[in-house]
């Protein structure tokens, strides 16, 4: 078994890796659908309002359990990744989200691998993120507005970038501009590869209005800008708002969009709040029988002639994260490791004498 920390993690993944993975897992289980399983996540609230609204020491979190089997044509894999979301992190100059993912093969049981998830979780959000911003954006974009500056940001833009490396011009706003400037710094020291231009904008109107993309991550609980704000071609990744409760994306933008994308159909129904909200809304005319597809139909060309004739028009990509993903992704690493020796190798099990 393999042991690899999150440094050892990152230095052997990148986000093409990741996007290739995940693409590949998409037309795999379009042409296999009984080869991927993967259930719809766990997930408990932590630290829930209700229980402990007059202790003021907490905000409320989740820990989430995600468990994904995958089958090759030759091999059968489980991946499950167990996460915790820590929402007060930030103040403790510690990540928000933590995570281990553990890899084995159900032929024999046997642990391939246990590694650390944070990056995992980072690189393969993002790399739907691209995957998306692909097919879906137009291909001369010239800019990318980030909208929530937190841990998930870096590596959805480095995607963005990966697929549209035409950009040269980065607009960053976050609800606190010391977070925007050090992610301003940060970004410009670990990802020196890309010649962009980074602002810091104290208001975000002034983030989206010229942006060709629009990457979000944020806790938000109401929209964040109006259809009015942005451009009428814009492409927008949303990431953020991960419960019914949450939304990042205001009705009207869902309204005008001429395409919206979901990564997991059956888990946006349950955790997707902007989608959630828009159809429940009695002044919004979107609802679900509106949305477009999911990513898997829009990778094998399924939905190409909607995407063409969106791109002229708003596109809204929005991800809750599947088992699946994480699962592809982690395999991947899991197998680097054991051919090139990575990480910590422990002997899990116990030797017959």
Known sequence: ????NQAEVTEYLNIQDAIDTIEQLLHQQAAHPSWIKSPERLLIETFSEDLFSNSGEHNSGAHLSMPAIIYN????????????????NPSRDLPTTTA??????????KILAVMDGIYITQVRTAALSGIATNYM?????????????????????????TVRPKIKTVYLWNRSPRGAEQFKARFARDYAQWNVELNVCEQIEDAIKDADIINVATRSDEGLFSVEQIKSDAHINAIGAYRPSMKEISNDVIENSGMIIVDDL??????????????????????????????????????????????????????????????????????????????????WEKLPK
């Open 73 to 88: 044509g030759k091999q059968e894999y489980t991946a499950v990744k167990l996460v915790t979301i820590c929402p007060d």
């Open 100 to 109: 281990i993912v553990t890899v084995s093969n159900n032929a024999t049981g």
């Open 137 to 161: 954006s137009k291909s001369d974009c010239q800019s990318v507005a980030v909208v929530g500056c937190g841990g998930m940001a870096y590596e959805q833009l480095n995607a963005v970038l």
């Open 266 to 347: 059956a888990g946006s129904r349950h955790e997707a709040g902007d989608l959630i909200q828009a159809d429940e809304a009695s002044d919004c005319a979107w609802t679900w029988d509106d949305l477009s597809g999911d990513l898997q139909e829009l990778v094998t060309g399924e939905l190409t002639d909607k995407a063409a004739k969106a791109k002229q028009a708003i596109t809204l990509f929005k991800s809750v994260g599947a088992a699946s993903f994480d699962a592809a992704v982690a395999l991947y690493v899991a197998k680097q490791a054991q051919e090139n020796n990575l990480g910590e190798q422990v002997v």
């Open 1 to 4: 078994m393999q042991l690899l």
